[in-house]
């Protein structure tokens, strides 16, 4: 379902993906960890029609993200690591446009959004904006969004943080159903170990834009020798804190507080 | 072209319009002020100099500025949605950038042709008097060009600006010097050369002087020249926008 070959992005002189590569199967639930500014997102942004590769080649669903995105897009859904909903619309309108969007036939999208509002029980808030509503809504409002027009490929970038316990059962849940039921291809990113562990069949950890491992959990914890993944993680990426560019809203709030001044 | 994505972008910019009240009523205010400080202030002065109602002069300019203003507005407001992420989501999606930037646009101009006309109201209040009820649909037609034009020309900016800060650079350079060289607030006739030149190279003039001739019947380029003239501009910069807004990244 998804080929990576020879994968290099390059931000000026920063190389935030180093000749990667590596294949997911249809209807594989796939993990790809690494520290933080390892190339997770710069990865999925890439395979997602957002970012031009500097070299190598990528195929979504036997089609080139680069060659012909507009394709590609139609074969995947997304739920991004840095909130994308629009604070001024109501929950109900987030996903009545995503469900336009992706040319969901009016009867099952209504359907469908009454079904996934319910799902993250945000079914008594649909008429709320979203810029009322706290982080952990934003969240799972994002992961309904995301599951709506039912895609082929689910890219998910750190989907559940912030998210308590139960709310994570709840949608890895649903994702596992969609994966057995709809067959659909699962890319995910997470920090929680166990939830990596727990969900995926083949696991990839990127550091510094390189795989240095890869496998199914219980073959990479064999390797390292260790009893947990989070054991074999932190074994494999070493105990260093690392750290990560200030994204888009990161500055945005810094310019926030220079007004304030 | 698909009319169901064009719709429902027109639609979420509208949404977001009507429901920024504080917005709505905040931007009445420098139109009003202009109509108000110049409009009376300079009267007497305008009339001394052989002209007849500065006022009445002066409205279609300040209908235009806020169109203008509205629009370049909701052009830019794509910088906005890069910020708070919601860009992306549409950019992932499996529709052309196109429909996106056309959506988008008319929403903006629809915006834009609103505040317009809650302006031309208020002008109606302070005396404000247009010569022909049968023209006022061309009025409309202009403010719409207008609003088109400036629109696509913000998302065109917006689409290479990653953050805000370019924001007064293109206010201070741009939009202000268009406003101000576009004889909204002076009669074309008589000015020097070079500055006639100017506004000649101004898009806004266009539109301006198109205004004034639908609602006071004193245009100085002729009504024809100027939907011509705006008609081709809009469409070129319809075209620059959609090329620079395909060409983004998230």
Same mark, same amino acid.
């Given at each position: 379902?998804?080929? !990576?070959?020879?994968?290099?992005?390059?931000? =000026?002189? *920063?190389? #935030?993906?180093? /000749?990667?590569? &590596?294949?997911?199967?249809?209807?594989?639930?796939?993990?790809?960890?690494?520290?933080?500014?390892?190339?997770?997102?710069?990865?999925?942004?890439?395979?997602?029609?957002?970012?031009?590769?500097?070299?190598?080649?990528?195929?979504?669903?036997?089609?080139?993200?680069?060659?012909?995105?507009?394709?590609?897009?139609?074969?995947?859904?997304? !739920?991004?690591?840095?909130?994308?909903?629009? =604070?001024? *619309?109501? #929950?109900?309108? /987030?996903?009545? &446009?995503?469900?336009?969007?992706?040319?969901?036939?009016?009867?099952?999208?209504?359907?469908?959004?009454?079904?996934?509002?319910?799902?993250?029980?945000?079914?008594?808030?649909?008429?709320?904006?979203?810029?009322?509503?706290?982080?952990?809504?934003?969240?799972?409002?994002?992961?309904?969004?995301?599951?709506?027009?039912?895609?082929?490929?689910?890219?998910?970038?750190?989907?559940?943080?912030?998210?308590?316990?139960?709310?994570? /059962?709840?949608?890895?849940?649903?994702?596992?159903?969609?994966?057995?039921?709809?067959?659909?291809?699962?890319?995910?990113?997470?920090?929680?170990?166990?939830?990596?562990?727990?969900?995926?069949?083949?696991?990839?950890?990127?550091?510094?834009?390189?795989?240095?491992?890869?496998?199914?959990?219980?073959?990479?914890?064999?390797?390292?020798?260790?009893?947990?993944?989070?054991?074999?993680?932190?074994?494999?990426?070493?105990?260093?804190?690392?750290?990560?560019?200030?994204?888009?809203?990161?500055?945005?709030?810094?310019?926030?507080?220079?007004?304030?001044? | 072209?698909?009319?169901?994505?064009?719709?429902?972008?027109?639609?979420?910019?509208?949404?977001?319009?009507?429901?920024?009240?504080?917005?709505?009523?905040?931007?009445?205010?420098?139109?009003?002020?202009?109509?108000?400080?110049?409009?009376?202030?300079?009267?007497?002065?305008?009339?001394?100099?052989?002209?007849?109602?500065?006022?009445?002069?002066?409205?279609?300019?300040?209908?235009?500025?806020?169109?203008?203003?509205?629009?370049?507005?909701?052009?830019?407001?794509?910088?906005?949605?890069?910020?708070?992420?919601?860009?992306?989501?549409?950019?992932?999606?499996?529709?052309?950038?196109?429909?996106?930037?056309?959506?988008?646009?008319?929403?903006?101009?629809?915006?834009?042709?609103?505040?317009?006309?809650?302006?031309?109201?208020?002008?109606?209040?302070?005396?404000?008097?247009?010569?022909?009820?049968?023209?006022?649909?061309?009025?409309?037609?202009?403010?719409?060009?207008?609003?088109?034009?400036?629109?696509?020309?913000?998302?065109?900016?917006?689409?290479?600006?990653?953050?805000?800060?370019?924001?007064?650079?293109?206010?201070?350079?741009?939009?202000?010097?268009?406003?101000?060289?576009?004889?909204?607030?002076?009669?074309?006739?008589?000015?020097?050369?070079?500055?006639?030149?100017?506004?000649?190279?101004?898009?806004?003039?266009?539109?301006?002087?198109?205004?004034?001739?639908?609602?006071?019947?004193?245009?100085?380029?002729?009504?024809?020249?100027?939907?011509?003239?705006?008609?081709?501009?809009?469409?070129?910069?319809?075209?620059?926008?959609?090329?620079?807004?395909?060409?983004?990244?998230?």
């Amino acid at each position: 379902m998804i080929q !990576v070959k020879n994968l290099t992005k390059k931000f =000026d002189d *920063l190389v #935030a993906v180093n /000749n990667i590569s &590596f294949e997911i199967a249809k209807g594989e639930i796939f993990a790809f960890l690494g520290p933080n500014g390892a190339g997770k997102s710069t990865t999925i942004q890439i395979l997602t029609t957002l970012l031009q590769p500097t070299s190598g080649t990528v195929i979504l669903d036997g089609e080139d993200p680069v060659k012909s995105p507009a394709k590609v897009r139609q074969s995947f859904g997304i !739920v991004f690591q840095d909130p994308s909903v629009d =604070d001024e *619309l109501t #929950a109900w309108e /987030n996903m009545e &446009f995503h469900g336009v969007l992706y040319g969901v036939p009016k009867k099952l999208r209504r359907e469908r959004i009454d079904e996934m509002l319910k799902f993250v029980e945000l079914q008594d808030r649909k008429d709320n904006l979203v810029k009322e509503f706290s982080g952990g809504m934003k969240r799972r409002l994002e992961i309904a969004r995301g599951l709506l027009h039912h895609p082929k490929v689910i890219f998910l970038d750190e989907p559940t943080l912030g998210l308590d316990p139960q709310t994570r /059962n709840h949608i890895w849940g649903y994702l596992q159903h969609l994966n057995k039921t709809e067959g659909t291809t699962i890319f995910f990113t997470t920090h929680y170990m166990e939830e990596a562990e727990r969900v995926a069949q083949r696991v990839a950890v990127i550091d510094h834009g390189k795989i240095i491992a890869r496998g199914t959990p219980a073959e990479l914890k064999q390797q390292a020798g260790t009893d947990s993944l989070e054991a074999t993680f932190i074994d494999l990426t070493g105990n260093d804190i690392r750290t990560e560019e200030a994204g888009p809203m990161d500055r945005l709030r810094s310019q926030r507080r220079m007004w304030k001044k | 072209m698909d009319l169901k994505i064009v719709y429902i972008l027109w639609l979420r910019q509208l949404k977001r319009y009507l429901r920024s009240r504080s917005r709505i009523v905040g931007s009445l205010g420098q139109p009003l002020l202009f109509l108000v400080a110049l409009g009376f202030g300079f009267g007497p002065i305008y009339e001394k100099a052989g002209g007849e109602n500065y006022l009445q002069f002066l409205a279609p300019g300040v209908i235009a500025m806020s169109v203008l203003f509205t629009a370049t507005f909701a052009g830019i407001e794509v910088i906005w949605d890069r910020q708070f992420g919601f860009l992306k989501e549409t950019l992932v999606a499996p529709v052309s950038r196109l429909d996106i930037m056309i959506g988008r646009t008319l929403g903006g101009a629809t915006v834009a042709v609103l505040q317009g006309i809650i302006v031309l109201l208020i002008t109606l209040i302070l005396g404000f008097r247009p010569v022909s009820i049968a023209l006022l649909p061309m009025a409309l037609v202009f403010m719409t060009l207008i609003g088109i034009f400036f629109t696509a020309l913000g998302t065109a900016i917006a689409s290479r600006l990653e953050n805000m800060q370019g924001f007064h650079l293109i206010m201070n350079f741009l939009i202000m010097p268009m406003f101000f060289l576009s004889g909204a607030l002076f009669p074309l006739e008589g000015i020097p050369p070079s500055l006639a030149l100017i506004t000649k190279l101004d898009p806004l003039t266009y539109g301006v002087d198109g205004l004034r001739g639908t609602l006071i019947n004193q245009s100085h380029l002729g009504i024809s020249t100027d939907l011509i003239v705006l008609v081709v501009l809009t469409g070129l910069i319809l075209w620059l926008g959609s090329y620079m807004f395909s060409k983004i990244q998230a």
